[in-house]
Each structure stands twice: as structure tokens, then as C-alpha cells.
């Protein structure tokens, strides 16, 4: 699987919108970029996915670049609740093995 | 309602004693995994199932044993001989495990229970 490079932490006011960058320049035609998020003391928590299209659903959106090399996850409106670490991961889909969890970004939502 | 359980959310053992953690999920999931985080760390795989009464082990399966007898339970018996058994165990399940595809191959996580061997 492709290595993740993300802000090792990021700040983020109520009811803004946060950005979390992700890079991943080795990424190869049939990685997915996968996102998690891991509040303190509780298990992963999925996001969103995608190839190459961006993605949104009811939590967050995903942009990917044209080449691929990096993403961006998207919380529109952050809240208090959204404090937590936030994992990129690239990985083949149905490799079925372990995802990659590296250090990710801890985002503080402050008030 | 559907998901993963855990039990117990926390957990303390004197050292030299095995200790079985419980995995339940209700999703119909056929692939299972058991990850150990410990403080300030990503996630390490210890074992995986990908269809019952099939597991394989994972990046440390040392000092640690699985069975897959059910599919919808995967229990993780961490024994004497894991020489540090105290961290957060972590659960996940997926729809299917290899070549599944990319719904499918998505990995749901349980609440994790907290190990502290004494």
C-alpha cells in the first residue's frame, strides 16, 4: 500500500469548515484512498472513499486531485463531536487485509 | 440494532493468566479482524478471518490465538506467552475480505476493549 503523509495536527473553529490535506505521491492506479477518524478511547470510525472521483456523503466530502497525489477531506460544518485523530489511508480494494494506520491528524474543534 | 460488540470495555488480569476478548457483530459480515493499538500508535493486525473456520495470522500473532467457529463471532485469547498484553484491542468486521471489491472490503470497528495485565 501507497504511504500517507498527513499534518501531524490542526486547529479548527466551530462551524467552520475543516480541511484535512493528505498526501500520498505514490499512490498506484488501483489504490483507493480510504479516510477513518478515531475518537479518543473508541474504536475507527469509516468516513468515505474514493478512486479518483471526488465523493461526498452525509459526514464528510473527498476531493482527490487530478493526479491522484493528494486528497482533501472535508467536514462542512465542524463541530465539538468531531474532535479526533483522522487517518488517510491508500490501499487496494478487496486486498482484505490490514489497513495501514499511520500517526494521522489529531484535529482540536475549538468553540 | 446492527454493529460490532465488545466486551468488556475494560479488563485486568494478573500477569501469567490467558484472557479471552469478545467480538460480536450482527451484520452478516464474512471477514473479521483483531488490530492492538497501543498508546500513541497506528493499529497492528494480529489475526484475520476471512470466512469461518478460517483465520490467518496477522503482523503479531505471536502470543495470541483466535477461533472462527460462528460467523458472527471472533474471539481473541491473549495468552501467557504475549509478553505485552497490556493495550487497546480493537475488533473490525468487513462484508468480504479478499477480492471483494471496494463496498465490501470496508472495515467497521467495534468500541475496543482495554487490557491491563497487572
Known amino acids: 500500500d501507497a504511504k500517507t503523509t498527513q499534518p501531524p495536527s490542526m486547529d479548527c473553529a466551530e462551524g467552520r469548515a475543516a480541511n484535512l490535506p493528505c498526501n500520498h505521491s505514490?499512490?498506484?492506479?488501483?489504490?483507493?484512498v480510504y479516510w477513518y477518524r478515531q475518537i479518543h478511547s473508541q474504536g475507527p470510525q469509516y468516513i468515505i472513499h474514493?478512486?479518483?472521483n471526488n465523493e461526498t456523503n452525509e459526514m464528510a466530502s473527498l476531493i482527490i486531485t487530478e493526479d491522484r497525489k493528494s486528497s482533501t477531506l472535508i467536514l462542512p460544518h465542524a463541530t465539538l463531536r468531531d474532535t479526533a485523530v483522522y487517518y488517510c489511508?491508500?490501499?487496494?480494494?478487496?486486498?482484505?487485509?490490514?489497513?495501514?494506520f499511520g500517526k494521522g491528524t489529531s484535529l482540536l474543534v475549538t468553540p | 440494532d446492527g454493529g460490532i460488540t465488545q466486551s468488556p470495555k475494560y479488563l485486568f488480569r494478573k500477569e501469567g493468566q490467558n484472557v479471552t476478548l469478545s467480538c460480536e457483530q450482527n451484520?452478516?459480515?464474512?471477514?473479521m479482524y483483531w488490530y492492538r493499538q497501543d498508546p500513541g500508535q497506528g493499529l497492528r493486525l494480529i489475526y484475520y478471518?476471512?470466512?469461518?473456520?478460517?483465520?490467518q495470522k496477522g503482523d503479531i500473532a505471536e502470543g495470541y490465538s483466535v477461533s472462527r467457529e460462528k460467523k458472527e463471532s471472533f474471539p481473541l485469547t491473549v495468552t501467557s506467552a504475549q509478553k505485552n498484553p497490556t493495550a487497546f484491542y480493537l475488533c473490525?468486521?468487513?462484508?468480504?475480505?479478499?477480492?471483494?471489491?471496494?463496498?465490501?472490503?470496508?472495515?467497521?470497528f467495534g468500541p475496543g476493549t482495554r487490557l491491563t495485565v497487572l
Open positions: 473490525a468486521s468487513s462484508i468480504r475480505g479478499l477480492a471483494g471489491g471496494t463496498s465490501t472490503d470496508t472495515q467497521y
Open positions: 505514490t499512490i498506484s492506479g488501483n489504490e483507493y
Open positions: 474514493g478512486l479518483k
Open positions: 489511508i491508500v490501499r487496494v480494494a478487496g486486498s482484505g487485509y490490514a489497513l495501514n
Open positions: 451484520l452478516n459480515h464474512d471477514a
Open positions: 478471518s476471512q470466512i469461518v473456520n478460517d483465520f
